[in-house]
Nanobody
């Protein structure tokens, strides 16, 4: 059974930092791509960042602009999203997603991902 568990969401002030974690089980390390998406109330889900199965390639949403870094620890089967200089517009539920049988996918499209976590809330106050 595949399971993705996000953690690390919190309430912070603008300019602060957070690190989100996505721990996977039921998936073999090195065989799936991972992405972070976010969704604010009343908004569509949007892609934040993606990483290839071995961690060599990454892609980011345009709004990230160098503030976030996605990384993978294959030994722990965990993907991280380090976020710096957070802004109130970053407030959203953040979801981790996995695409199986994938080495790399440049697109940040939710429909491409077949497993999802339950989400972790990030709230940024001004």
């Amino acid at each position: 059974q595949v399971k993705l568990v996000e953690s690390g969401g919190d309430s912070v002030q603008a300019g602060g930092s957070l690190r989100l974690s996505c721990a996977a089980s039921g998936l073999s390390s090195g065989t799936y791509c991972t992405a972070w998406f976010r969704q604010a109330p009343g908004m569509e889900r949007e892609g934040v960042a993606s990483i290839s199965s071995l961690g060599y390639y990454t892609n980011y949403g345009d709004f990230v602009k160098g503030r976030f870094t996605i990384s993978r620890d294959s030994a722990k089967n965990t993907v991280y999203l380090q976020m710096h200089n957070l802004k109130p517009d970053d407030t959203a539920m953040y979801y981790c997603a996995a695409m199986t049988a994938c080495q790399w996918s440049y697109r940040l499209r939710p429909a491409d991902y077949n497993y999802w976590g339950q989400g972790t809330q990030v709230t940024v106050s001004s």
